[in-house]
């Protein structure tokens, strides 16, 4: 019944309740029996658990008084907002949660302007009420002054205790309308997330917009063309439980059977009619923008590797992987992401789920090479770097920031922001206490800790978001490292000038440290353009080749060490050093 069917989320900054508010409605509703509740429930991926922060959105319905209620929990991290924009896409309306403790933060600004981008209906909620320290009639004024809404209008509820929870759910029930769409003719969904499951093949979860889905109707695939049936379809209660159909407006799966990654895309829409069917608007994917370079530990693995990275992009659309090979390091891939921890989501994600060891390098942006050959040149490792050629330009990604923070932390915020090349934009009051801050900066700086030192800085109250806004000059060079005299291209990196001698330095200092010793001695530089800007030593280790003689014959003592003095001349000219990949391992942590 149409009518009766509730589509909404929950949204917020990160950490202010949202899947702790999710299991009081499981509780509420009824949903979950009491002895298998427990917090965060619908974090049901082990990473999420442990870090404890959701990293996928999780659907959920829930029947209550007469109600289908169907609910996704978003993330709230800034890395996962395409999450976010794929839920909000699914329901008509979001719960808007901002923690009392808190106030409104970077991400509750970003989060709400996606969900009124999709003209939602907004339920705002202040939570964590009963914490000592809540300042909750400031935060109620500042959520009311921000969406423009009475303060009677803002729920007080929290969701560790279970204050308010009924009656936030009841004006989800009053104040969110029911779906819209066409209950007959020809069913279309939109395809808002997916999975792979080894004996269902692809599982297509969606938002029914007109007509509805049986089970082994065949189905179309307006985008990518393909065709199949649907095996099984069924909801989310919140493990995938079979039904007979999907009805107009509701939210549910369709086991497609399909294999192949290519042929079932989130953001397509899924057609019962034969022809004509028009498709729903998809999804803007977002273009990644951070780098990092994955290569298995053992080399034979490449192919289990690429298979994992397959698998986790049904999962997650918005991570993209390219092969590339390095000569230290065999055959690997350049990943691209929409942040530093969304990169090491994935990474953990492959070592866990599909057991493979990696080698990950540092993170880093894309930049634009003007070469004096070569026209433009996209360079997202410094591998693709145009060696001895003339660089005539490098452009860089920079990012729009935006930081709320306590007005007294302005001085600390700006000097912090200064230092990593951040440009002030504009400063504007958030409430009485509060100020949002606009920078423009090179994402490089962003994804250097930036955030880390953020919060050491304001002592954690300071809360940022930000956005790619365009390609900017910068002074960039490849900082090469040599050991031995030979290049390590797999340990090359693209960083400002300004910046090469400590850096250059910082890195054959860790190296020095980390590198097993050799037989011969090794020379660890740091170059750049052609040019030794900082050199350490690794010296030689001495052998025991006289370890195995028992007793006291000098003569063939003093021969054995005199052939490895020899030995280890003729190393150090034709000496080259392999690096173990333990040693990038250790080296690119940072
Ligand atoms: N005191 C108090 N703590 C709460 C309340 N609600 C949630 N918390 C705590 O806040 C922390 C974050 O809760 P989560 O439910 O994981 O927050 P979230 O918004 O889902 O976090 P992300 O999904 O990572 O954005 C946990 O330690 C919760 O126990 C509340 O009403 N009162
Ligand atoms: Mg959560």
Redesign the pocket.
């Given at each position: 019944m149409q009518e009766t069917v509730r589509n909404f989320c929950i949204i917020?900054?990160?950490?202010?309740?949202?899947?702790?508010?999710a299991d009081r409605f499981l509780e509420l509703t009824n949903t979950i029996e009491k002895r298998k509740m427990k917090?965060?429930f619908l974090?049901v991926m082990p990473l999420e658990r442990e870090k404890?922060?959701?990293i996928k959105m999780q659907p959920v319905r829930m029947e209550y008084q007469g109600y289908s209620l169907n609910l996704i929990?978003?993330?709230?991290?800034v890395d996962f907002s395409y999450e976010v924009s794929r839920a909000l896409a699914a329901v008509e309306g979001a719960v808007l949660?901002v923690d009392a403790t808190k106030g409104v933060q970077a991400q509750t600004l970003a989060n709400l302007a996606l969900a009124q981008r999709q003209g939602l209906t907004i339920i705002p909620a202040v939570?964590?009420?009963?914490?000592p320290l809540a300042k909750t009639e400031e935060v109620v004024l500042e959520v009311s002054s921000l969406l423009k809404v009475p303060v009677q209008d803002v729920f007080h509820?929290?969701?560790?205790?279970g204050i308010g929870i009924a009656e936030l759910l009841q004006a989800v029930i009053e104040k969110v309308p029911a779906p819209k769409g066409l209950k007959e003719g020809s069913a279309r969904a939109l395809i808002f997330d997916s999975k792979y499951d080894a004996f269902k093949g692809i599982v297509a979860f969606l938002r029914v917009v007109d007509g509805s889905f049986q089970a082994n109707d065949r189905i179309r695939f307006l985008a990518t063309k393909a065709v199949g049936a649907a095996k099984e379809v069924g909801y989310f209660m919140p493990e995938e439980t079979p039904k007979d159909s999907l009805q107009t407006g509701d939210i549910g799966y369709l086991a497609t059977g399909i294999k192949d990654a290519q042929e079932v895309r989130i953001g397509d829409t899924i057609s019962s009619s034969k022809a004509g069917a028009v498709s729903l608007p998809g999804y803007q994917e977002p273009k990644p923008m951070v780098f990092v370079s994955f290569y298995p530990q053992d080399i034979n693995e490449f192919d289990a590797l690429k298979a994992a990275l397959s698998h986790l992009k049904l999962n997650d659309p918005s991570f993209t992987f390219d092969i590339e090979s390095k000569e230290a390091l065999g055959r690997g891939f350049s990943c691209g992401f929409l942040g530093v921890l969304h990169s090491e989501i994935i990474a953990e994600r492959i070592q866990r789920e599909f057991a493979l060891d990696l080698v990950i390098s540092r993170p880093s942006v894309q930049f634009e090479v003007t070469s004096e050959r070569k026209e433009k040149l996209v360079v997202k490792t410094a591998t693709d770097w145009p060696d001895g050629e003339k660089v005539l330009e490098v452009k860089e990604p920079w990012a729009k920031l935006e930081i709320i923070a306590p007005r007294g932390f302005f001085p600390s915020i700006s000097q912090l922001l200064l230092n990593s090349g951040g440009v002030s934009t504009g400063v504007e009051d958030v409430g009485e206490e509060k100020l949002l801050l606009g920078y423009e900066i090179p994402l490089r700086s962003v994804i250097a800790d930036l955030h880390d030192k953020l919060k050491s800085v304001s002592e954690g109250m300071a809360s940022m978001d930000y956005e790619i806004i365009d390609m900017r000059r910068g002074d960039l060079i490849k900082l090469e490292i040599w050991t031995a005299g030979e290049n390590q291209d797999a340990l090359s990196v693209i960083v400002p000038r300004k910046e090469a001698h400590a850096q250059g330095k910082a890195i054959v200092e860790k190296l020095k440290n980390i590198l097993p010793p050799q037989l011969f001695e090794v020379a660890l530089q740091a170059v750049t353009g052609g040019q030794v800007i900082a050199r350490e030593t690794l010296k030689a280790q001495r052998r025991d080749v006289t370890g195995a003689l028992y007793g006291g014959d000098v003569t063939r003592k003093k021969k054995l060490l005199e052939r490895q003095k020899q030995g280890k001349k003729e190393l150090k000219i034709k000496g080259k050093v392999t690096i173990p990949s333990k040693v990038f391992l250790d080296l690119f942590r940072t």
């Open positions: 917020s900054h990160v950490d202010h309740g949202k899947s702790t508010l917090e965060q974090d404890g922060i959701t929990d978003t993330p709230g991290h949660l939570n964590k009420i009963d914490s509820i929290s969701a560790k205790e």
